[in-house]
């Protein structure tokens, strides 16, 4: 009996994937459920498992392929004949030469272990892989680093430096990933089908620093982790939102889709480019639990183990270049939505109040909206109203 290898349901609106890597041989036996190779898509990278105990006998699509939902990607014979001739899966490899060695660990790394292994010059080669099928991933990094072991490069690699001549320049050619290729795409797409306007305005912030301050040790104790603004600026979304129900809507051919529903999408930077998870019913959430999945979010985000479904949908997004050092930024709608808040860095600047000049943490807010359906007037209103709920955040809980 033979089962087919076939790309499997890639989540709302994904399907295409790019064949990253077989993490088996033809021949090599496999169990089930056991990881045969990784697919890259738009979104995420996934791993396709043997639904069937065999031997892999056939390779259809080869490592770097485009390949789409339903395609054959290889063949496992799962006859008694066939798994009694098998490569031993666990089969001692030959003694590899310290070259090998570091490229074999490359191989087994995750973009962000190899990244990370890369900024603290860690010899991949004598990382330990907790990952699935050995992989190294990052936490793998972390370990290695906090038991202080030696981050000698390896060998093979430091002993043939090559250094630059005086005056030589260098090009090099690298095919974009799934991700950033998409990427790219959907924000030409956006700015090519929606009519893109933005809107700022600037918040004190002081009203927040201050509660932040003053709950911060009871808030960590109680949720196990720290109040953050982000949740801060969700809640006040939400609340300005069910006063401006447009700016939490799409477009569908020449109808207007009202969600009453609030599905926010957090901006995440990760290895592989820009993702949004979305934190679902946010309306719903005690501002606990929005930090709990914003940071869950962003430490997935950096091991690679997000999942389509965290990523699906959504009816608005916020997007904070401040954590990067961003002043002022007009974001890029993300389709279908029609609007996106985006912060900025806190800084101390003098403002006029009441009469005198003070010097308070102030924050530019930036909303992106599409014209098709928003008007200038709802966005600035939006944009007020988010402002007045930070400046004076007690008012958040009679929204809540």
Do not use: C
Request: aromatic residues 4%; negative net charge.
């Amino acid at each position: 009996m033979t089962t087919t290898i076939v790309v499997p349901q890639l989540g709302e609106s994904v399907v295409e994937a790019r064949v990253a890597r077989w993490l088996k041989k033809a021949g090599d036996a496999v169990a089930v459920g056991e990881p045969i190779v990784e697919l890259e898509t738009e979104k995420i990278d996934l791993e396709v498992g043997a639904e069937h105990a065999g031997v892999l006998i056939e390779i259809t699509r080869q490592e770097g392929e485009d390949v789409q939902v339903g395609e054959r990607l290889g063949v496992i014979d799962s006859s008694a004949a066939a798994v009694a001739t098998a490569t031993p899966a666990t089969a001692a490899p030959p003694a590899a030469s310290p070259a090998a060695a570091v490229t074999e660990a490359r191989e087994r790394a995750t973009p962000t272990a190899k990244k990370m292994a890369v900024e603290h010059s860690v010899d991949l080669s004598r990382v330990p892989g907790t990952g699935d099928g050995g992989r190294i991933i990052k936490r793998d990094i972390e370990q290695f680093l906090s038991r202080g072991a030696s981050t000698a490069p390896a060998p093979a690699i430091a002993e043939t430096p090559v250094p630059p001549l005086v005056g030589e320049r260098h090009e090099e050619r690298v095919r974009m990933s799934k991700r950033r290729a998409t990427i790219a795409r959907n924000l030409v797409e956006a700015q090519h089908a929606a009519a893109m306007l933005t809107t700022f305005n600037e918040v004190d912030m002081s009203g927040v620093m201050a509660l932040r301050e003053r709950q911060k040790e009871a808030f960590k104790q109680r949720y196990g982790v720290s109040l953050g603004i982000a949740s801060f600026f969700v809640k006040a979304s939400v609340a300005a939102l069910k006063g401006f129900p447009r700016l939490n809507a799409e477009i569908q051919g020449d109808e207007m889709v009202l969600k009453h529903y609030y599905d926010i999408g957090i901006a995440v930077g990760a290895p592989q480019g820009l993702v949004v998870p979305v934190i679902r019913n946010a309306e719903a959430r005690s501002f606990g639990q929005i930090e709990q999945a914003i940071r869950d979010f962003a430490k997935r985000a950096n091991d690679g183990t997000l999942t389509l479904d965290d990523l699906r949908g959504g009816s608005f997004t916020i997007t904070n270049g401040g954590v990067f050092g961003s002043l002022l930024s007009t974001p890029i709608l993300n389709p279908p939505q029609v609007g996106i808040l985006g912060l900025h860095k806190i800084e101390q600047r003098p403002v006029a109040v009441r009469g005198e000049v003070v010097v308070r943490p102030m924050m530019y807010t930036a909303l992106t909206y599409d014209h098709r359906i928003v008007d200038g007037l709802e966005a600035v209103q939006f944009l007020v109203r988010v402002k007045e709920f930070i400046e004076d955040p007690g008012t958040l809980l009679l929204e809540s």
